[in-house]
């Protein structure tokens, strides 16, 4: 059974850089056959795509984030990361990892209990 | 504002069926058959009911169901009970700019 785990610091300053890691236990990043997200819901709203990586690295990002995340993968520790630059307190919220899967790659079939991330100081 | 239009909340009693309307634009659910529906009970992982419009993952009960028209997708629930008492968020794919975006939710309340 696919798990996926979020870490990283619950607290982050304004300004600072948010940074959290999405750890798959039963199957791998490496597969060609998904792609892997993140995805977060601030509190009391809906939930909002930040973005997807691919085996290959590459990455699609939310334009609205775009200027300031980054998404990477360490295949070697079937990991992938998000980093959120230049936080305010609008990116207070709940951080779920995600894979992308099913036969057209278009929908989010397992998920992370998710994380959450407080931006205050 | 999220980019896909929910009502707040919905209710219904045991054994009733509801639906849940999420309303996009011609950019997402219009021209996309790539419409999904999550369910979300609070401190949980958000679960996928729905795929592709109106695909059932294996594992979900045949109670959901969704469908499509035009600008807006729709999830109905029948045989109401009282474990479906949690959110519920659509999502769609937007093309190549803006790729996935969500609904603000749905809280169904089983009276």
């Not at chain 2, 919905?10 to 999904?36: E, H, K, L």
């Amino acid at each position: 059974q696919l798990q996926l785990q979020e870490s990283g610091p619950g607290l982050v300053q304004p300004s600072e850089t948010l940074s959290l890691t999405c750890t798959v236990s039963g199957g791998s990043i490496s597969s060609s056959s998904y792609y892997w997200g993140w995805i977060r819901q601030p509190p009391g709203k809906g939930l909002e795509w930040i973005g997807t990586i691919y085996y290959t690295g590459g990455t699609y990002y939310n334009p609205s984030l775009k200027s300031r995340i980054t998404i990477s993968m360490d295949t070697s520790k079937n990991q992938f990361s998000l980093t959120l630059s230049s936080v305010t307190a609008a990116d207070t919220a709940v951080y779920y990892c995600a894979r992308l899967g099913g036969q057209q790659l278009a929908h989010f079939d397992y998920w992370g209990q998710g994380t959450l991330v407080t931006v205050s100081s | 504002q999220s980019a896909l239009t929910q009502p707040a909340s919905v209710s219904g009693s045991p054994g009733q069926s509801i639906t849940i309307s999420c309303t996009g634009t011609s950019s997402d659910v219009g021209t996309y058959n790539f419409v999904s529906w999550y369910q979300h009970h609070p401190g949980k992982a958000p679960k996928v009911i729905i795929y592709d419009v109106s695909k059932c993952p294996s594992g979900v009960s045949n109670r959901f169901s969704g469908s499509k028209s035009g600008n807006t997708a729709s999830l109905t629930i029948s045989g109401l009970q009282t474990e479906d008492e949690a959110d519920y968020y659509c999502c769609s794919y937007a093309g190549s700019r803006t790729y996935w975006v969500f609904g603000g939710g749905t809280k169904l309340t089983v009276l």
